[in-house]
Nanobody
């Protein structure tokens, strides 16, 4: 599975962005797909995940109510709509795919097999 993330940029606090992740290759092998982020000097952290079949969604507490993950099966694309952005949301955002994750492991980056290249989101105060 190959992943290509896009949509990052500079936005003021309170603004919105939508990230996209185009998926190619063995897309049928993806069980969960998600977004992680990494701020300078910090470890990569879980943001959100969607179960490719069924569309169940999960969020980190820090983004719940502000971010919305979705997917378009026909376009093989996953999205992350980010509203009410805060300066602390500034990070490189990565999309990832997992063929083997189970529900208890979906927030762990170690459960993901394929990663996109990342897209930078900068939120100014």
């Amino acid at each position: 599975v190959q992943l290509q993330a896009s949509g990052g940029g500079l936005v003021q606090a309170g603004g919105s962005l939508r990230l996209s992740c185009a998926v190619s290759g063995r897309t049928y092998s993806s069980r969960y797909m998600g977004w992680f982020r990494q701020a300078p000097g910090r470890e990569r952290e879980f943001v959100s995940v969607i179960k490719w079949s069924g569309g169940h969604t999960y969020y980190a507490d820090s983004v719940k109510g502000r971010f919305t993950i979705s997917r378009d099966n026909a376009k093989n694309t996953m999205y992350l709509r980010m509203d009410s952005l805060k300066p602390e949301d500034t990070a490189v955002y990565y999309c990832a795919s997992s063929a083997r994750a189970i529900l208890s492991s979906i927030s762990s980056s170690a459960a993901y097999d394929s990663w996109g290249q990342g897209t930078l989101v900068t939120v100014s105060s």
